[in-house]
């Protein structure tokens, strides 16, 4: 799924998350797939994380760093990218969709 805006992310069932450091490791209890994520992409994953939505998680980052709103989204979305391909999260569309 091509993961927009309006839709939030769920982490796998077994996903362990670690920091060491500044870095964040998401680490898959099923699969063993490993991931280290540096500061700013932990930073994604925590925004998202205590997010209702990606865009809220972009308001977060937008307030966090001072950097062009449109590098802020495309960065969040390769990661969800990523992530998803990975299977370490899902993307949930949003509540308020309407199917098609």
């Known amino acids: ?7 939030r992310l769920v982490p796998a069932p077994r996903l362990a998350v670690d920091h060491i450091g500044l870095d964040t490791v998401l ?4 699969t063993d797939v490993r991931v280290v994520l540096d500061d700013v992409a932990g930073r994604m994953w925590q925004a998202v994380l205590g997010s209702s939505c990606l865009r809220a998680a972009v308001g977060i980052l937008l307030d966090d760093y001072d950097v062009d709103p449109g590098r802020v989204i495309d960065d969040l979305l390769d990661l ?9 999260v899902t993307v949930e ?6 199917d098609a």
């Open 93 to 98: 569309g949003s509540l308020n969709a309407i």
């Open 1 to 7: 799924m091509v993961a927009t805006l309006d839709d």
């Open 80 to 88: 969800v990218h990523q992530l998803e391909a990975l299977g370490l």
């Open 27 to 30: 680490a898959d209890g099923d």
